[in-house]
């Protein structure tokens, strides 16, 4: 099975990159000069094996929140063997003791196997792959990573530039993590030039990186970006979430009053986002239960909004809080 095995070997670790620089200067250098060589008499702790045992840390870690919000990492060796999935049957938590708690997300049968995922969902299955190369050394074979269209989602789709309807998808995809591969119409068979894809992608990338959180411009990329990628295209998601954390934290503002067109923009975006998740990660999900929670908390700030305007009567405003209730889960 796939999974962050103990006896990794540091395969995907890159000598003078940011990782293995950060080692040897906080970790491997100090340990050597620290002399805890010489109380090891059947095993030559050199600089290699250090790094290695440091990779294989790294490679089978959780992330973990102290109390503090310092994110710490620890070591679970039950956990660090369940095999990864791009569309796991479970989710994890700490305690406040450090304790690893892994929750069925989904009705697991008996005869199942138990997955967990060691990758951000919401990326693309290129980037999941070569995350998961890098930091874990695994390589993903799951039903997500085979399907072009990634069980339906198109989170690496882009728009065919040939016929209207088409989307292009990657049929061989690189392991460079930057849309290398063969991509190919689902509809007309027209290819897309690997460079254009690749091109396209640290476009996006550098263009995020130019935005710092300004409004203005993150829907003006998504704007321009939506003439290339299919609208769940994980750049395209990106945006959309960048938008909707600057209008929570405009919404939250004590000295904001909001607006309807705030919030029927903070909707559109839930709307947009809360399908996708629900297909990467089904069943129950703190990622989803906090997208849903602030999609009903627009929904009842507009609903009030729109009874104080006088738009509908109290009748309608029921129904109308009811309505996405029942519709979004």
């Known amino acids: 099975e796939q999974c962050a095995a103990l006896s990794a070997t540091p395969g995907a670790t890159v000598v003078d990159s940011d990782a293995w620089q950060e080692q040897d200067v906080q970790v491997v250098t100090p340990l050597l000069q620290s002399g805890i060589a010489r109380a090891f008499k059947r095993v030559k702790v050199t600089h290699e094996l250090l790094h290695t045992l440091c990779w294989r840390i790294d490679a089978n870690a959780f992330e973990v929140t102290a109390s503090d919000s310092n994110t710490l990492k620890g070591v679970y060796v039950c956990g660090a063997q369940l095999p990864n999935k791009c569309v796991p049957n479970t989710v994890d938590t700490f305690d406040e003791s450090f304790r690893l708690i892994l929750y069925a997300s989904v009705r697991i049968p008996g005869c199942d196997i138990i997955y967990n995922t060691y990758t951000n969902l919401l990326m693309g299955t290129s980037q999941r792959q070569h995350e998961l190369r890098l930091t874990k050394g695994i390589e993903c074979t799951c039903a997500r990573c085979s399907d072009p269209l990634e069980l339906g989602t198109h989170m690496s789709s882009l728009k065919c530039p040939k016929c209207a309807n088409g989307f292009v998808v990657c049929l061989a995809p690189m392991r ?154």
């Open 176 to 329: 460079d993590g930057r849309g290398g591969g063969e991509w190919k119409c689902i509809n007309c068979a027209a290819t897309m030039v690997t460079d254009v894809v690749k091109q396209l992608l640290v476009e996006v990338g550098e263009a995020l990186l130019v935005a710092n959180t300004e409004l203005l411009a993150y829907e003006n990329l998504l704007a321009k970006y939506s003439a290339h990628f299919h609208q769940n295209h994980f750049v395209l998601v990106e945006i959309k979430q960048n938008i909707a954390c600057i209008l929570r934290a405009v919404l939250m503002n004590p000295m904001c009053i909001p607006g309807k067109d705030l919030l029927e923009r903070k909707l559109e975006l839930c709307e947009e986002i809360l399908p996708l998740v629900r297909a990467v990660l089904p069943g129950v999900s703190k990622l989803y239960g906090i997208a849903l929670y602030e999609y009903l908390l627009s929904y009842m700030e507009l609903a009030e909004l729109i009874f104080e305007d006088k738009e509908v009567d109290n009748g309608a405003l029921i129904f109308q809080v009811s309505l996405p209730i029942y519709s979004g889960c």
